[in-house]
C-alpha cells in the first residue's frame, strides 16, 4: 500500500512517497475503500529562507568570526565557544548571508541557544 507524505529537510519541503512491504518484503494491498470526498488542503506558506545557528554547548562565546551581511558556506567557522577551558568551533550547516548575529564575545550562552542568523 502507497501512502504520501510531507517531510522538511533543511527547511525544505518535500512531498514522499511510501511503499509499505509485508514481511517478506512485498507490497501490502491496499485495502478497497469507498470514494469520499475531500475539501481541498489548505495552503501550506513555504517556510522562511533563514536558518538559525545554536550553540553546540554551554559556555562563554570566545569570539564570533563573522560579522552583519557577510556571505558565508557551509563548514564555515562562524564563532568559538568556550567552555572548561576547551574552545569549541561553532560550523555553519548552509550556505547563505548573516542576517543577525544575537551574542557577542564574553556571553554566556545555554545548549542550543541562537546564535546568529542566517538567510
Do not use: C
Not at 25 to 54: E, K
Not at 86 to 114: N, P
Request: glycine content about 6%; charged content about 20%.
Amino acid at each position: 500500500m502507497q501512502r504520501r507524505f510531507r517531510i522538511a529537510v533543511d527547511g525544505r519541503s518535500y512531498t514522499v512517497v511510501v511503499d509499505e512491504l509485508s514481511s517478506e518484503g512485498l507490497p501490502v494491498p491496499s485495502p478497497a475503500v469507498a470514494p469520499v470526498a475531500v475539501a481541498p488542503a489548505a495552503a501550506v506558506p513555504a517556510p522562511a529562507a533563514t536558518h538559525d545557528v545554536l550553540a553546540p554547548l554551554a559556555g562563554t562565546v570566545y569570539s564570533v568570526a563573522v560579522r552583519v551581511g557577510q556571505s558565508i558556506n557551509a563548514g564555515d567557522t562562524v564563532a568559538v565557544i568556550e567552555a572548561m577551558k576547551m574552545k569549541t568551533h561553532v560550523i555553519a550547516k548552509f550556505a547563505g548571508v548573516v542576517q543577525r548575529i544575537a551574542v557577542k564575545v564574553q556571553d554566556s550562552v545555554d545548549d542550543e541557544q541562537v546564535l546568529m542568523t542566517i538567510g
